[in-house]
C-alpha cells in the first residue's frame, strides 16, 4: 500500500513558477515509476511528465515539454514537479500517482494516486 500526499499549488500569475512535491508512504516507493496528470475544471484527467524509478528516464506531454521538469528523491520518498513559465491553461488540480511499470502515461496503468493539488494561474 502506498499513500500520496501532494502540496505545493497555489495561485500564481502568468509567467511565474511554481514547485509542486509529493510524498509517498511505504518502503517500495523507489521501485515504482511516478507520475504527475492534472485535469482542468470541464476536462479529462490528462498526462502532463512521468519519471522511471531510478529517476534516468523523463518524459513529458508536448504542452509542458521546456517549462516543466519532474524530478525525485528516494532517499526521501519525494517526487517534485517543477513549474516554469505557466500558462492560464496550466490551471487544473495536479495529482501524483505511482506505478508499477517501467513508464506510462496511461492513467489506467497507475495504481496508486494522491488527492490532488491546485494550481490555478492567472492572465
Known amino acids: 500500500q502506498v499513500q500520496l500526499v501532494e502540496s505545493g499549488g497555489g495561485l500564481v500569475q502568468a509567467g511565474g513558477s511554481l514547485r509542486l512535491s509529493c510524498v509517498a508512504s511505504?518502503?517500495?516507493?523507489?521501485?515504482?515509476?511516478m507520475g504527475w496528470f492534472r485535469q482542468a475544471p470541464g476536462k479529462e484527467r490528462e498526462f502532463v511528465a512521468g519519471i522511471s524509478w531510478s529517476g534516468s528516464y523523463t518524459y513529458y506531454t508536448k504542452s509542458v515539454k521546456g517549462r516543466f521538469t519532474i524530478s525525485r528523491d528516494n532517499a526521501k520518498n519525494t517526487v517534485y514537479l517543477q513549474m516554469n513559465s505557466l500558462k492560464p491553461e496550466d490551471t487544473a488540480v495536479y495529482y501524483c500517482?505511482?506505478?508499477?511499470?517501467?513508464?506510462?502515461?496511461?492513467?489506467?496503468?497507475?495504481?496508486?494516486w494522491g488527492k490532488g493539488t491546485l494550481v490555478t494561474v492567472s492572465s
Open positions: 511505504g518502503r517500495a516507493f523507489s521501485s515504482y515509476s
Open positions: 500517482a505511482s506505478s508499477a511499470k517501467y513508464s506510462t502515461s496511461y492513467a489506467d496503468e497507475m495504481n496508486y
